[in-house]
């Protein structure tokens, strides 16, 4: 009966929306068009300590295998970590019951538990450490584990991982790569996942939902909720279910969490998931990438273009008017984290500085038409966002609309990915990033990671940078690494933040909003990554369900 609930969610769901449908459990009938919206905010919640239904989408299409990038952005849910985060960012032991790192930075020595086993019932040694961090290097996923040589288990409780160079920001690979059995490990993995995480999978209907049970064999306390059925559906959909008492968590945009749901409670979770635009560092000069795409923006190559905009833009206006409130203004890709740099934040919302700026790079308005020109080119380029995402396209409308009186024509276009993958080296780009891992930064900014991919999309090339980057990650610890993650952004003289280079313009972090059974106890959530996978099941093994 439990999974024949969760399984009519979806198409329960998909009757609301069009309001003709029914079915067999009153509490989860849907409301007819006629209804007024009231009878959909007072529909009685669902749920229970036995089962209950998110809405929070982050289906992951290649399926749940961390050596090939699952959990980078959240828990694996299925596999457990060596180490993890707690509610403050603070790193703590899973797995590991402890770890030391040699004096070159060279060796990492892990301990871990001797009591672990996988939900098949097979035991959870250091071989199978060894084999997940070798497949992971090996397999070239999104788990980059690039600089490992060689992971080697000296016994059943310990294991080596040997680096090629020493690099600050491991530690992450230990927080985020959850462990695979070596026995189980194969090419069907990713759809049928073993791990010794708190939630072992028991269905997934691919599009629609996924079904998991709580693991019998966890060696932490046990789950507050027997089972999870995570349903795979739109934004608008997720509230729609919330509205209906179908769904006991359901993340919403912002535009939505203004409004309110009967016995249920929003939650406005801090995230340093950002969004900000990313312009073409260098000039056209017909290089392209290694697939051909066409590189550099004549307009955007100009120091004093990137500066001004970065100085019109007003912030707190786009979170106050797009975000409704529910979110901060970013002026780096790591606000609010511990590696941030204070110096790097600006007064923003200043259109005469930025005009200031322009005509000390020699843009003027010649012809009288509004938009400022240099050696006869137009202050003038295109915003691209994914045409699907209603808030980085109402932040490109709300940014273009800033630019427009300091002189600077940014025409907005909505695409496909498929569209703005080959463009995005040459046009400026709404991207959004954020992660706990310091890697991204690295990868954002650094000249070698420019390849044509979405990591250094716009060609950003400074040595000084690369080799302050380099510091912070060749640093002996994460602790040791903060002063050169820092001095990156800005160090008062150099940086690629705003008074620097002013590679990005990163415009707000958004907050992620969900509503939440008011049955449902969830614990303290984390300052959140980047919306991709299921960041707000990083506490999952401690969530309770409180109504009788």
């Not at 009878?39 to 229970?48: D, Y």
């Not at 584990?145 to 600050?168: F, G, K, N």
């Not at 209906?244 to 968590?249: E, I, K």
């Amino acid at each position: 009966m439990k999974v024949s609930i969760g399984s009519l969610g979806v198409l329960l769901i998909g009757s609301l929306l069009v309001g003709c449908g029914s079915g067999p459990d009153a509490a989860l009938e849907s409301t007819p068009d006629s209804a007024p919206e009231s009878a959909a905010e007072t529909s009685p919640q669902t749920g229970s300590a036995e089962q209950i239904v998110l809405a929070i989408g982050g289906e992951s299409e290649e399926g749940y295998d961390p050596t090939l990038g699952w959990g980078r952005y959240g828990s694996p849910l299925f596999q457990s970590t060596l180490l993890r985060r707690d509610a403050d960012l603070n790193i703590v032991n899973d797995l590991a019951t402890d770890y030391t790192v040699s004096a070159d930075g060279l060796i990492w020595t892990v301990t871990i538990r001797d009591d672990v086993v996988f939900a098949d019932g097979e035991p959870l040694t250091a071989a199978d450490v060894a084999y997940t961090f070798n497949q992971a290097a090996e397999s070239g996923g999104l788990t980059d584990v690039t600089v490992l040589a060689e992971a080697i288990a000296l016994d059943d409780t310990t294991v080596e991982l040997r680096l090629e160079e020493p690099q600050s920001t491991f530690v992450n690979r230990l927080i985020t790569l959850g462990i695979v059995p070596e026995h189980a490990h194969g090419p069907d993995y990713a759809r049928n996942p073993v791990g010794s995480g708190p939630y072992r999978l028991v269905q997934w209907d691919e599009g629609q939902q996924l079904i998991v049970e709580a693991n019998p064999n966890y060696y932490g306390a046990a789950p507050g909720i027997q089972q999870l059925v995570f349903l795979f559906v739109e934004e608008d959909a997720a509230f729609a279910a919330a509205k209906a008492g179908q769904a006991q968590v359901a993340s919403v945009p912002q535009a939505l969490a203004v409004q309110s749901v009967a016995g249920m409670t929003l939650y406005d979770v801090t995230s340093v998931d950002n969004r900000g635009l990313m312009f073409p560092y260098v000039p056209a000069t017909g290089e392209t990438t290694p697939n051909g795409d066409p590189i550099g923006n004549d307009v955007t190559a100009d120091l004093a273009i990137r500066q001004a905009v970065n100085y019109a833009i007003d912030r707190q206006a786009l979170v106050d008017g797009v975000l409704e409130g529910y979110g901060s203004v970013a002026y780096g890709p790591v606000s609010g984290l511990a590696w941030e740099a204070p110096g790097a934040e600006i007064q923003d919302a200043q259109p005469e500085e930025a005009q200031a700026l322009l005509a000390a790079g020699g843009w003027a308005d010649g012809d009288d038409d509004g938009i400022l020109e240099k050696d006869g080119v137009k202050a003038e380029f295109t915003i691209l966002y994914p045409a699907s995402d209603s808030t980085r396209q109402a932040l490109a409308l709300a940014t273009a609309a800033m630019l427009q009186p300091i002189g600077i024509q940014a025409n907005v276009e909505g695409k496909s990915w498929d569209e703005i993958t080959p463009a995005m080296h040459s046009n400026v780009v709404v991207f959004g990033w954020g992660s706990h891992d310091q890697t991204e930064m690295y990868n954002l900014y650094h000249s070698q990671a420019a390849q044509g991919d979405f990591y250094n999309a716009g060609y950003y090339a400074n040595q000084a940078i690369d080799d302050t980057l380099d510091l912070a990650m060749g640093a002996p610890s994460e602790a040791e690494a903060i002063a050169f993650w820092q001095a990156a952004q800005w160090d008062g003289s150099t940086g690629f933040t705003t008074q620097g280079d002013a590679a990005w313009a990163w415009l707000v972090n958004l907050d992620h909003t969900y509503f939440v059974s008011d049955c449902l106890d969830i614990g303290q959530p984390q300052v959140e990554p980047h919306g991709h996978g299921w960041p707000i099941t990083a506490n999952i093994a401690e969530w309770a369900w409180t109504c009788s």
